[in-house]
């Protein structure tokens, strides 16, 4: 089935160290998606990469569709990064549905 | 701005109750998901829809069942709850070509 994979699961960085979260996918995904959520809080949309290279803040991601990886690069991380980043693929199945990875569990200290 | 609403926000229920979680988006998209999200767990799909009437299985469908009345509104039933069932529910809508935006997510605790 359609499955997505998310590496480390879980970080601990000192303040303003750089982080490299890792998503694949198990088959061809049209889409991607990267967000951030706080315990029990709302997701947040991070970036929406089908493919290439897109940035916005400190956030860079990088996806490679023939490849099924995608990468959310933090740079120069803060406090408030911590918290739990999910990246999402869409997968046709005769339909089109989004499937999460299990996240990667982020703890910025300083 | 796309917008999906969640009601309610928060719920209580006693075991073997029923419980209806709604759902409106303004996107006017396709598709619409119904996800749980438990600790130590991603989002797990329950159900999903592409249009008014239509209803496809997701991954964890067992106690649920969903409705999708019109292409703004989407509802998760739950009729005999379980404390299984107590979790943090979101809802989300997309297109085939869209990202995918979700509401603020409803917390549910069957006791």
């Known amino acids: 089935g359609q499955q997505v994979q998310q590496s480390p699961a879980s970080l601990v960085l000192q303040e303003g160290e750089n982080a490299e979260l890792q998503c694949n996918f198990s088959s061809t995904a049209t889409q991607l998606q990267w967000f951030y959520q706080r315990p029990g809080g709302s997701l947040v949309s991070l970036l929406y990469?089908?493919?290439g290279t897109k940035h916005t803040g400190r956030l860079t991601s990088t996806t490679v569709t023939k490849e099924r990886r995608s990468s959310l690069h933090i740079s120069s991380s803060q406090i408030t990064d911590s918290g739990t980043y999910f990246c999402a693929a869409l997968f046709n199945t005769g339909n089109y549905k989004y499937v999460f990875g299990a996240g990667t569990r982020l703890k910025v200290i300083a | 701005e796309a917008a999906v609403t969640q009601s309610p926000r928060n719920k209580v229920t006693v075991t073997g109750g029923n419980v209806t979680l709604s759902c409106r988006q303004t996107?006017?998209?396709?598709?619409m998901y119904w996800y749980r999200q438990d600790t130590g767990h991603g989002l797990r799909l329950i159900h999903y829809s592409y249009g008014a009437g239509n209803l496809q299985i997701g991954d964890v469908p067992d106690g649920y069942k969903a409705t999708r009345t019109t292409q703004e509104d989407f509802f998760l039933l739950l009729e005999l709850a379980s404390p299984s069932q107590t979790s943090l529910y979101f809802c989300?809508?997309?297109?085939?070509?869209?990202?995918?935006?979700f509401g603020k997510g409803t917390r549910l605790t069957v006791v």
């Open positions: 989300a809508s997309s297109d085939h070509n869209t990202e995918v935006f």
């Open positions: 990469n089908p493919s």
């Open positions: 996107n006017s998209h396709n598709y």
